[in-house]
């Protein structure tokens, strides 16, 4: 169990990417709220942290996708495959807080989510401004975390799967 922090739970240092693109590469990027710390325009995949350190990587991804998106990974059309990649990096200084003391490194696992071109967004207003749908080179271009566009320069792998 984790221990309390603020009265909360500390975030567990393990998360998923989860790439949303159509049979075309088009890539779903969602805009983040601006009280994430970095100040300036923040766009991005679906991600976050397991809730209990239990939670299967695949159940993380879809529990995601959802609370961000509102789209369901088993709707018809879509597919949600692991990717079985992972980075491992350290946790922006801004946001050391949420973790236990000395935890500064998080582990991320990569999935892609195929829809179809019709898919509707319903974005989770706490966690994102805007989102926009964009050619898989574009979106990696405009990805802030480093590790994200290199999730997105993976595609063309999985277009044809």
């Keep these: 169990m984790n221990a309390p ?3 909360l739970p500390y ?3 393990q998360s998923v990417l989860v790439v949303i693109y159509t049979a075309t590469g088009q890539v779903l990027l969602l805009q ?3 009280g994430d710390g970095l100040g300036g325009v923040f766009w991005q995949s679906v991600t976050g942290s397991k809730e209990v350190q239990d939670e299967a990587w695949h159940q993380a991804a879809a529990r995601e996708v959802w609370e961000e998106t509102g789209i369901d990974v088993q709707a018809p059309g879509c597919q949600l495959q692991d990717w079985e990649l992972e980075n491992r990096y350290p946790i922006y200084p801004q946001w050391l807080h949420r973790y236990a003391p000395g935890v500064c ?4 696992r990569v999935f892609g989510l195929r829809v179809p071109s019709y898919v509707e967004v319903t974005l989770n207003p706490q966690e994102h401004t805007a989102f926009a749908w964009h050619a898989w080179r574009e979106a990696a271009d405009r990805c802030y975390a480093p590790s994200n566009a290199e999730a997105i320069l993976h595609l063309p792998a999985f277009l044809s799967a």
């Design 32 to 34: 983040r709220t601006q």
């Design 105 to 108: 490194m998080n582990t991320e």
């Design 11 to 13: 975030k567990i240092p």
């Design 5 to 7: 922090c603020h009265g």
